[in-house]
């Protein structure tokens, strides 16, 4: 076990290293000059000088490669030349509405798909079953920006029942998290699924229910245990794109987290809070993915490392 | 012209599956919306009705116009062709790079496969759209950097899945015979390893298509894909989202397109991934009798 979860952690440290690279190396793609697109057409030679020297572009590549890793083992992202402050703290303020917005998604997800799946797979080859999974179709079809905007329309414009937008009170929650929660039911309920079904059709079960276990223990005590295991590892691949998928969200909702930040970012062309934004949400999801791959080996005691 | 026949013999199986058949239908009706929208649009998309601005669906503009008084209808057809054109562009292009990459890694091993893959483990660290939003963010947007940004991005998928088939089908008893027979690298990769990995990666496609033409609307969306005053599912959503209290359509409509496209390709993915996995086939089989 700690033979595996040393190479799990070298080859993650291997991944973070590309990742910091690739974002780093983003500043360069910029067709012409970053600082005075930055700065727009009419910005004075003086203050392109001055922002070049603050960013270290003036320096050769390889110096400011050096600097950039420099700078991020010491938590230093540059400076947000938005806001006047450095990356680091402006992403540390907007990061946990975004992680809580993932998570209650998450839960949300979790509360749809867990019934459903079942329901879908106890009732395999019937209309249930054919209802649901149609359903999750639509679901998986159905992107964020337009779901989004419709939940508006019916429950915050029509109904009158939730707020349009913002961060406050739990009512502010809920539309934010049913939307980016949506699509990754329909993923799960899909998972959970096709899960249940096979393990319903082991030998375990069969003797389970020959013992004369109620339906509910042989669901939920021996075949849901094990046909979760496949569901937690999308679980935690998913978990990122929900980050990525809460840039969608948080616009359409003017939630103030880090997806919001990134367009804003994107937007004014301050680069270094774009940079700082994007390896923010890649390394969260590298975490959650090396995390996931750990809990697996708990959830299944078969699997040896 | 090899690669083309291994694919149609690839399909073959999957005539007979009715979610294959209607995914086909209506994606074949999309490129076909896409290809005459010129023809079937009653405006261009970027004819101005300015008295006629915001006026809901009616009979002379059958979904209303737009802010600008642009026909809905005409600017979501011609959307249909960007949508297309992104898809097809980015599905042929990924697809076709992560094969050859695939191809190559797993078949010589090694030090390629060591770094290609390495290099497509630090590209799938990032949430695919992530990935995406950066570049065009840096970049700057356009149709061109926007299909260039998601085929950097598509790519990786289609070599991993390759790589790991070839790696599987490369020891298989035929392979080794052609191998003794003196058959060249080139050879036995284009007609002994291609025909047998590529149903997995049109399945691959087809989903990979539903995924490129949302993440193009997500993109324009964001304002970070086609242009003004191009057209895009994305673009029109984002403009009609400030116009959710006195003009819903302008939402609804676009949503829908973008909700209908997506399925297509789903639907049609679904009933490749059904058709041609015959294990799948004889589990479905066994549900539908218990």
Redesign the interface.
Same mark, same amino acid.
């Given at each position: 076990m700690t033979r595996y979860l040393l190479r799990r952690l070298i080859?993650s440290l291997?991944?973070?290293w590309?990742?910091v690279?690739?974002?780093f190396s983003?500043?360069h793609?910029?067709?012409g000059d970053p600082v005075q697109i930055m700065l727009g057409e009419g910005a004075q030679t003086g203050d392109v000088e001055q922002l070049r020297q603050r960013l270290g572009l003036d320096q050769p590549i390889g110096i400011q490669y050096g600097a950039y890793i420099l700078g991020l083992a010491k938590g230093d992202l540059g400076t947000s030349f938005r806001f006047g402050e450095p990356v680091s703290v402006v992403i540390a303020e907007r990061y946990p509405a975004t992680v809580e917005l993932a998570i209650l998604s998450l839960v949300v997800a979790i509360f749809i798909a867990i019934p459903f799946g079942i329901l879908a797979a106890t009732r395999?080859?019937q209309w249930v079953d054919r209802l649901i999974t149609s359903v999750t179709?639509?679901g998986?079809?159905?992107?964020n920006?337009?779901?989004g905007?419709?939940a508006?329309?019916i429950f915050s414009?029509v109904l009158g029942w939730l707020p349009v937008s913002g961060r406050g009170g739990p009512s502010h929650y809920v539309l934010p998290a049913l939307t980016l929660g949506a699509s990754m039911s329909a993923i799960l309920t899909r998972m959970v699924r096709a899960g249940m079904?096979?393990e319903l059709?082991e030998e375990y079960i069969m003797t389970a229910r020959a013992k004369g276990l109620s339906e509910f223990k042989v669901l939920f005590k021996h075949a849901l245990k094990n046909g979760m295991i496949p569901v937690v590892t999308v679980i935690g691949l998913q978990f990122?794109?929900l980050?990525?998928?809460a840039?969608?969200t948080e616009?359409?909702f003017s939630w103030p987290g880090i997806g919001r930040l990134?367009?804003q970012a994107?937007?004014s062309r301050d680069?270094p809070l774009?940079q700082g934004c994007?390896l923010a949400?890649?390394c969260t999801?590298?975490v959650v993915?090396i995390l996931t791959d750990l809990f697996y080996g708990f959830l299944d005691p078969r699997i040896r490392y | 012209m090899r690669l083309i026949s291994s694919v149609v013999t690839a399909l073959r199986p999957a005539r007979a599956n009715t979610l294959a058949a209607a995914g086909s239908a209506a994606a074949l009706f999309l490129i076909l919306l896409a290809l005459f929208a010129p023809v079937l649009c009653p405006y261009s998309y970027d004819e101005q009705h300015l008295p006629e601005r915001l006026s809901g669906p009616s009979s002379t503009h059958w979904l209303g116009t737009d802010e600008l008084g642009r026909d809905v209808l005409s600017r979501i057809l011609y959307g249909t062709r960007i949508s297309m054109l992104v898809g097809l562009s980015v599905v042929l292009f990924s697809s076709t790079f992560g094969l050859v990459v695939g191809c190559l890694a797993g078949y010589y091993g090694r030090w390629l496969e060591e770094i290609t893959m390495?290099?497509v483990?630090?590209?799938m660290?990032?949430?695919?759209?992530?990935l995406a939003?950066?570049?065009v963010?840096?970049?700057?947007p356009g149709l061109g950097k926007l299909i260039f940004a998601l085929i950097a991005v598509g790519w990786v998928g289609y070599a991993r899945l390759v790589r790991g088939q070839v790696l599987k089908v490369k020891e298989l008893d035929f392979v080794r015979a052609a191998r003794s027979l003196g058959a060249s690298d080139g050879r036995i990769i284009l007609h002994h390893l291609i025909p047998n990995i590529i149903q997995p990666v049109l399945v691959q496609a087809s989903i990979g298509m539903?995924g490129a033409i949302?993440a193009e609307?997500?993109l324009s969306?964001?304002? @970070?894909g086609v242009p003004p005053p191009m057209p895009s599912w994305?673009t029109m959503?984002?403009d009609?989202?400030s116009h @959710?209290?006195d003009d819903?359509c302008l939402?609804?409509f676009?949503?829908?397109a973008?909700? @209908?496209a997506?399925?297509s390709f789903?639907?049609l993915g679904?009933g490749l991934r059904e058709s041609l996995n015959p294990k799948l086939q004889a589990?479905?089989l066994?549900?539908?009798?218990?």
């Amino acid at each position: 076990m700690t033979r595996y979860l040393l190479r799990r952690l070298i080859l993650s440290l291997l991944v973070l290293w590309g990742v910091v690279t690739l974002v780093f190396s983003l500043i360069h793609l910029v067709p012409g000059d970053p600082v005075q697109i930055m700065l727009g057409e009419g910005a004075q030679t003086g203050d392109v000088e001055q922002l070049r020297q603050r960013l270290g572009l003036d320096q050769p590549i390889g110096i400011q490669y050096g600097a950039y890793i420099l700078g991020l083992a010491k938590g230093d992202l540059g400076t947000s030349f938005r806001f006047g402050e450095p990356v680091s703290v402006v992403i540390a303020e907007r990061y946990p509405a975004t992680v809580e917005l993932a998570i209650l998604s998450l839960v949300v997800a979790i509360f749809i798909a867990i019934p459903f799946g079942i329901l879908a797979a106890t009732r395999a080859g019937q209309w249930v079953d054919r209802l649901i999974t149609s359903v999750t179709l639509l679901g998986i079809s159905l992107p964020n920006f337009a779901s989004g905007p419709i939940a508006i329309i019916i429950f915050s414009i029509v109904l009158g029942w939730l707020p349009v937008s913002g961060r406050g009170g739990p009512s502010h929650y809920v539309l934010p998290a049913l939307t980016l929660g949506a699509s990754m039911s329909a993923i799960l309920t899909r998972m959970v699924r096709a899960g249940m079904i096979e393990e319903l059709q082991e030998e375990y079960i069969m003797t389970a229910r020959a013992k004369g276990l109620s339906e509910f223990k042989v669901l939920f005590k021996h075949a849901l245990k094990n046909g979760m295991i496949p569901v937690v590892t999308v679980i935690g691949l998913q978990f990122g794109t929900l980050l990525a998928g809460a840039i969608i969200t948080e616009t359409i909702f003017s939630w103030p987290g880090i997806g919001r930040l990134t367009i804003q970012a994107i937007n004014s062309r301050d680069y270094p809070l774009v940079q700082g934004c994007i390896l923010a949400i890649a390394c969260t999801y590298v975490v959650v993915n090396i995390l996931t791959d750990l809990f697996y080996g708990f959830l299944d005691p078969r699997i040896r490392y | 012209m090899r690669l083309i026949s291994s694919v149609v013999t690839a399909l073959r199986p999957a005539r007979a599956n009715t979610l294959a058949a209607a995914g086909s239908a209506a994606a074949l009706f999309l490129i076909l919306l896409a290809l005459f929208a010129p023809v079937l649009c009653p405006y261009s998309y970027d004819e101005q009705h300015l008295p006629e601005r915001l006026s809901g669906p009616s009979s002379t503009h059958w979904l209303g116009t737009d802010e600008l008084g642009r026909d809905v209808l005409s600017r979501i057809l011609y959307g249909t062709r960007i949508s297309m054109l992104v898809g097809l562009s980015v599905v042929l292009f990924s697809s076709t790079f992560g094969l050859v990459v695939g191809c190559l890694a797993g078949y010589y091993g090694r030090w390629l496969e060591e770094i290609t893959m390495r290099i497509v483990d630090v590209l799938m660290a990032f949430p695919g759209i992530l990935l995406a939003i950066a570049l065009v963010a840096f970049w700057g947007p356009g149709l061109g950097k926007l299909i260039f940004a998601l085929i950097a991005v598509g790519w990786v998928g289609y070599a991993r899945l390759v790589r790991g088939q070839v790696l599987k089908v490369k020891e298989l008893d035929f392979v080794r015979a052609a191998r003794s027979l003196g058959a060249s690298d080139g050879r036995i990769i284009l007609h002994h390893l291609i025909p047998n990995i590529i149903q997995p990666v049109l399945v691959q496609a087809s989903i990979g298509m539903a995924g490129a033409i949302l993440a193009e609307a997500s993109l324009s969306f964001l304002g @970070l894909g086609v242009p003004p005053p191009m057209p895009s599912w994305g673009t029109m959503l984002n403009d009609g989202r400030s116009h @959710l209290f006195d003009d819903p359509c302008l939402v609804l409509f676009p949503g829908l397109a973008t909700m @209908l496209a997506v399925l297509s390709f789903n639907f049609l993915g679904d009933g490749l991934r059904e058709s041609l996995n015959p294990k799948l086939q004889a589990m479905e089989l066994k549900e539908s009798r218990s």
